[in-house]
């Protein structure tokens, strides 16, 4: 099952809520029988720290649009951090889109079981289908 962290409900950034529409975990498991490649697991850390980097940056910015709100900063000032947030969220979406396309669907559609290769291609469409993005 895919997840988002809710933000507007204490304690922050403790709770996760479904997406709708996204794909279930048993559809997007990533279990296999072969062997764990270590190009692709590779691949999968040296992206990670740069997306954590910008999810720690994105979690500070928002609490500085907390405590704008708290301030009773200006409405507009506000809904331009808003969109700053948001922009920043898409960017890492993006990254984190980059490196599945470039490895965990580059490996299932190498598969030569046709069941993984359906799968994988199953999972693009969701993603798509649910983000409304082509």
């Not at 910008?54 to 808003?82: F, N, P, T, W």
């Not at 890492?92 to 290769?117: F, N, P």
Request: include cysteine.
């Amino acid at each position: 099952m895919i997840y988002s962290y809710f933000l507007d409900t204490p304690p922050y950034g403790v709770g996760l809520l479904e997406i709708p529409g996204m794909p279930s975990d048993d559809a997007t498991s990533h279990a296999s029988t072969r062997p764990p490649d270590p190009a692709h697991a590779a691949a999968h850390a040296k992206t990670a720290a740069g997306v954590i980097r910008r999810l720690k940056s994105i979690e500070g910015h928002i609490r500085g649009v907390q405590k704008m709100v708290q301030a009773d900063a200006y409405c507009i000032d506000i809904l331009k951090q808003i969109k700053a947030v948001k922009q920043a969220l898409e960017r890492v979406g993006a990254i984190t889109l980059e490196t599945h396309l470039q490895t965990c669907v580059t490996k299932g559609l190498r598969s030569d079981d046709v069941l993984e290769r359906e799968r994988v291609i199953g999972e693009i469409v969701d993603v798509f289908n649910a983000t409304g993005k082509l």
